[in-house]
């Protein structure tokens, strides 16, 4: 924290720390993103620029909520978003194929999207509500696996098993935060890993492709597998200290698809090596410390939770981005937030670190006083 | 909490850890792929190696062309983009029929060739109009060029686009390279990998669409080795000049060495029409002849050696003791068994040299029944009849020497004395190819057991000397110089030189009937006929072996053709003197006959059409 005399006293007060770290990957991310384009802010860097901006000043604005509030609006909202998916579910059906958004009138919003952060509240409200004796109780457990299950169900009958599986893992870690049982996650990995074969035989035929290609890419690798071999090729031939800023052959003679998008790391790592990797990555694990730490300092159990299922939430977007481009999970179609172009990601992130700068204003400027626990 | 923050630290740990393999660790193997998916080559067909003939004259050569073909693949209206063309390089139907009928047999990405050898006019009529005309590629290259057309056709063969079923085998991306060829016949084929060389490449900058974004310095080709032959292109060409319009072949050799000089079968193709995609009525007009230009008739014919067998059956009776001035009385014929064998004449007393000089029938009938049949037929044998040869040559038919024990095996019964009265004078189950016919004499000639070449490069092995008595050798040498200079069935095809004799004998094999011979009026009946020869007779250097099918008798149809033949030898402008007469009586000298017969067999078959 900045405190200079000439620097107004709000302005001070934000997290200037995370801001730069937010600020440079989102420049990483214009970069690479100049560099996708052959050296040209269009078509993707510069209206990337813009989103990121918008999102920051939504984000900073957030900064200024009351845990009070964000805790009253955790349930609302959760209903909201869960009444869109149905919408768009039922849009899809009427339009005989994936709909993943409604369109209402300019813009475009995607329920999935919102459902990150809103099964984080809504999850960290239901175990503040709950008595602390009763998280060893079932009803500790089934209203949750409910709130959570729902949404993702709806997720993955999109189809998007991408946002489905993030989802989950979102909502698992909060629950797993509130304290339940580990052998809990345990049964359940278990039970995935014996029912993967009959949600295999649900697939479609697309998603069976890219499971069947993730565990070997180079047996089609012109055909579907091509993907993660040319990602793979991407990164690997960066070397050290990569090809050169705007050297990248493979993302600049298209070998490497969505070099701009999902695969944007690889479009990165190709220029700047693998020294720019480790930079990025570095960023990140910083960003998501500092989001563990806010749920480390927190006073409320809502607080502790919703820190902890934001940075969470950030955690599974990068991890499973970078698994899915390094060839070490399927390719299911996850962006690296701040990095990737498109406004979905930026926006998800910029709530989710919008809300954890309020939870944190709130710690510091509760710091002096005693508040006892807000009534809920 | 912590366990949660522990993981998602070793899960950055794992995912910083799979980086550095991938960019550090394995960057070398992506790195070459990187390359390979950047970098794409354009392949290039080596040029293909010169074959030269023994004094480096050029046989086959490469000459630079321009050339259009069609990617089957990238072809998206068919019709209209041929008709383009046709009107752009003028093609005629018979063009077009071949292009539909290769473009049928392609595979989608193998080119099919449009024309070749283009003129820079409509080459660049072609190239101005590519952005219309999608899967259209015009280039330049080289093409394979025989300087003698067909008087080398069956020796070089030709080349041509390789077939699907090539490809297929190689799985060489070269074989779908635009311009290249293979060896499809003759020494092109068995030389192809000398000849072929190393292919270079355009080295250029691709996007993954295929679209180029800049040209890398090239990589060379290596162009294929230079092979040199024994031919002497100039007897080459000058012996299938001089069969005119005869079906036939001759083989010259170099008696010391067993150098092949000459190695002719006519009448032939045009390899370079093959080279260039042969046209359908071309290929019609080949296949229909009944003089067979499409068959080597070196390699492929087999024909009976007729009375070509005395000197060597002499050499046979000689070693078996038989005195060479015993007589034997010809009154015409003599009676084998139940059956009169009919001689050509009454020739008299004949003696050894005099039965060779005037190729009396029944002095070797006679003598061949007073030895054994076993060791006469294997002294034939053993001075090339019957024998195969190492040579690059792709198919070699070499025919039958029958012997006693031959029969027994094939035919499971005993020799009879007809058998050994059919073997003397050539005939019955006897059987030998053109080479053979060179051989024999070259064998007699220098006394040497010399094997036929055909590369120069092939070591030279120590020739071991016939194991044939030096005066037998000598006596049946100076008879055969007694048939052509003294009184003999060749008189009429002397040397015209001073101080060279040539030494020969005629053969006239039955085609129809034994018996009869005189003038048949249907081609395909009369008799063959060879003449086999060596000159200078005292010091022997050359050897010559020839077929006339259907020529009638040796000495009128193949002795001449193997005197002219000879004659060049020693002096070429009595050669070509000989030869310029006759060429004006056949209309013309061979290039000429055969574009104006092609185009006489176009307009009959456009006539038809019509």
């Known amino acids: 924290m900045i405190s200079s005399a000439i620097i107004p006293q709000p302005l001070a007060k934000l997290p200037w720390r995370l801001l730069l770290l937010i600020t440079v990957i989102a420049t990483i991310g214009l970069l690479t993103l100049y560099s996708a384009a052959g050296g040209s802010v269009t078509p993707w860097a510069l209206k990337q620029a813009v989103i990121f901006l918008i999102f920051v000043t939504i984000a900073v604005g957030m900064s200024w909520l009351k845990e009070s509030s964000i805790k009253s609006t955790a349930f609302p909202l959760y209903t909201a978003v869960l009444i869109m998916l149905v919408l768009v579910e039922l849009l899809g059906f009427v339009g005989k194929g994936a709909q993943r958004w409604l369109d209402i009138g300019p813009i475009r919003i995607q329920p999935s999207e919102f459902m990150k952060p809103a099964i984080v509240l809504v999850l960290a409200r239901f175990y503040e509500l709950l008595p602390p004796g009763d998280i060893r109780r079932w009803r500790a457990i089934w209203p949750a696996a409910l709130l959570l299950g729902i949404p993702a169900a709806l997720i993955l009958v999109q189809p998007d098993l991408g946002t489905a599986i993030m989802i989950v893992l979102i909502g698992s870690t909060v629950m797993f935060v509130a304290g339940l049982p580990w052998w809990l996650f345990a049964g359940a990995f278990g039970a995935l890993a014996t029912a993967a074969p009959v949600a295999y035989s649900f697939m479609h035929d697309y998603q069976r492709k890219r499971v069947l290609i993730f565990l070997n890419p180079e047996s089609d690798p012109l055909g579907a597998g091509y993907h993660i071999t040319q990602s793979k090729i991407a990164i690997g031939s960066g070397g050290l200290f990569g090809k050169g800023y705007l050297q990248g052959s493979q993302s600049h003679l298209d070998y490497l698809p969505e070099g701009h998008t999902d695969f944007v790391f690889s479009t990165m790592v190709e220029e700047w090596g693998f020294l720019g990797g480790v930079i990025l990555i570095f960023c990140f694990a910083l960003v998501i410390r500092w989001g563990m730490r806010v749920s480390l300092r927190a006073r409320t159990r809502f607080a502790q939770l919703a820190a902890a299922g934001l940075s969470a939430t950030i955690f599974f977007y990068v991890a499973i981005n970078l698994m899915m481009v390094m060839g070490l999970a399927p390719v299911v179609g996850v962006p690296l937030p701040l990095v990737s172009y498109g406004g979905s990601a930026v926006m998800t992130v910029m709530l989710c670190i919008g809300l954890l700068m309020a939870l944190e204003r709130q710690q510091r400027t509760a710091s002096g006083l005693s508040t006892s626990r807000i009534p809920a | 909490m912590m366990l949660f923050g522990g993981a998602q630290a070793a899960v950055g740990a794992v995912l910083v850890g799979r980086l550095g393999w991938l960019a550090v ?586």
């Open chain 2, 25 to 610: 660790a394995e960057n070398e193997k992506y790195q070459l792929m990187s390359e390979n998916n950047r970098v794409q080559i354009i392949p290039v067909p080596p040029r293909r190696g010169w074959i030269v003939d023994r004094y480096g004259k050029p046989i086959a050569i490469n000459r630079s062309s321009f050339r259009v073909d069609l990617i089957p693949q990238q072809l998206e209206n068919p019709e209209p983009t041929l008709r383009t063309l046709a009107e752009l390089l003028r093609l005629d139907s018979d063009d077009l029929d071949r292009i539909i009928s290769d473009l049928k047999q392609s595979r989608g990405f193998q080119p099919v060739g449009v024309a070749d050898n283009v003129t820079y006019e409509d080459y660049a009529a072609v190239t101005v109009r590519l952005p219309e005309l999608a899967g259209v590629s015009a280039s330049r290259g080289f093409s394979r060029y025989y300087p003698a057309g067909p008087a080398v056709a069956h020796l070089v063969g030709y080349v041509g686009t390789p077939s699907a079923q090539d490809y297929e085998k190689t799985k060489d991306p070269l074989f779908l390279t635009p311009g290249f060829k293979i060896g499809k016949q003759g020494l092109e084929k068995t030389l192809e990998p000398y000849l072929r060389g190393q292919p270079g490449g355009q080295r250029v900058e691709v996007t993954a669409r295929g679209k180029l974004v800049k040209e890398l310095d090239p990589k060379p080709d290596r162009s294929g080795e230079t092979v040199q032959l024994t031919i002497d292109a100039g007897i080459q060409e000058y012996a299938a000049r001089r069969m005119g319009p005869e079906s036939g072949a001759l083989v010259a050799l170099d008696v010391e060495s067993g150098d092949i000089l000459a190695f002719v079968s006519m009448p032939a193709f045009d390899p370079n029409s093959f080279s260039r995609g042969i046209g359908r009525t071309e290929w019609k007009m080949l296949s229909e002849n009944d003089h067979l230009p499409l068959l080597n008739k070196i390699a492929q014919g087999l024909y009976p050696s007729g009375s070509t067998i005395k000197p060597a059956m002499a050499l046979s009776f000689l070693k078996q003791g038989i005195d060479p001035s015993r007589k034997v009385n010809c009154p015409g014929g003599i009676q084998i068994g139940n059956r009169y064998f009919r001689c050509d004449k009454v020739h008299g007393l004949m003696d050894m040299h005099s039965a060779i000089e005037r190729s009396c029938n029944t002095y070797f009938w006679a003598t061949g029944l007073k030895t054994d049949p076993q060791q006469t037929t294997e002294m034939v044998s053993y001075l090339g009849y019957g024998d195969a040869f190492d040579l690059p040559l792709a198919a070699q038919r070499y025919g039958t020497m029958p012997n006693p024990k031959w029969l027994e095996s094939k035919y499971h019964r005993k020799w009879q004395a007809y058998d050994t009265a059919n073997t003397s004078i050539g005939q019955g189950y006897v059987l030998i190819n053109p080479l053979q016919l060179a051989v024999m004499p070259g064998r007699i000639a220098s006394g040497k057991l010399i094997q036929p070449r055909l590369l120069m490069g092939t070591p030279r092995k120590p020739i071991p000397p016939l194991n044939v008595d030096a005066e037998h050798l000598e006596f049946v040498r100076k008879a055969m110089a007694s048939v052509v200079n003294d009184s003999g069935t060749a008189v009429a095809s002397k040397l015209p030189l001073d101080g060279i004799l040539m030494a020969g004998k005629t053969g006239t094999a039955q085609v129809f009937r034994l018996g009869e011979r005189g003038h048949q009026s249907n081609w395909a009946l009369r008799d063959h006929a060879l003449f086999i020869a060596f000159a200078p007779a005292d010091k022997p250097r050359y050897a010559i072996g020839c077929i006339i099918e259907h020529g009638g008798f040796g000495a009128s149809a193949a002795a001449p053709i193997v005197r002219d033949t000879m004659t060049y030898f020693f002096d070429q402008q009595k050669a070509w003197a000989a030869l310029a007469p006759l060429e004006q009586q056949w209309g013309g000298t061979l290039a000429e006959r055969n574009a104006r017969q092609l185009d006489a067999f176009k307009a009959t078959a456009r006539a038809n059409v019509a």
